[in-house]
């Protein structure tokens, strides 16, 4: 069973940029596709963006596209998300998924093809 742990959260201002890291534990994480998303309070969870297994295919949010980049360092066993020209409605919990092993190329936006899901990292933007 793979476990996340998500970092990088934390307080910025408006305009400025974090880095998010999920770092699996367990088997294999070249295996899976994985995903971030994000919840905001009294929001439901929503897609942010996904990467493929071999990290050639990748998904965005429409309206994050141009701002926020997924990318992933198999040797590192760490999947990456840079967000910049942050804005105050991105507030909220960054959230790594995981989903099953699947065809390399494939990248998925839907909450419930993700098997496993992190703890969740809080994002804040304010001034």
């Known amino acids: 069973q793979v476990q996340l742990v998500e970092s990088g959260g934390g307080l910025v201002q408006p305009g400025g940029s974090l880095r998010l890291s999920c770092a699996p534990s367990?088997?294999?994480?070249?295996?899976?596709?994985m995903g971030w998303f994000r919840q905001a309070p009294g929001h439901e969870r929503e897609f942010v963006a996904a990467?493929?297994?071999?990290?050639?295919?990748?998904l965005y949010a429409d309206s994050l596209k141009g701002r926020f980049t997924i990318s992933r360092d198999n040797a590192k066993n760490t999947v990456y998300l840079q967000m910049n020209t942050l804005k105050p409605e991105d507030t909220a919990d960054y959230y790594c998924?995981?989903?099953?092993?699947?065809?390399?190329?494939?990248?998925?936006?839907?909450?419930?093809?993700?098997?496993?899901w992190g703890q969740g990292t809080q994002v804040t933007v304010s001034s």
């Open positions: 998924a995981a989903g099953p092993t699947v065809r390399s190329d494939y990248a998925s936006s839907r909450v419930r093809f993700y098997d496993t």
């Open positions: 367990g088997r294999t994480f070249s295996s899976y596709p």
């Open positions: 990467i493929s297994r071999g990290g050639g295919n990748t």
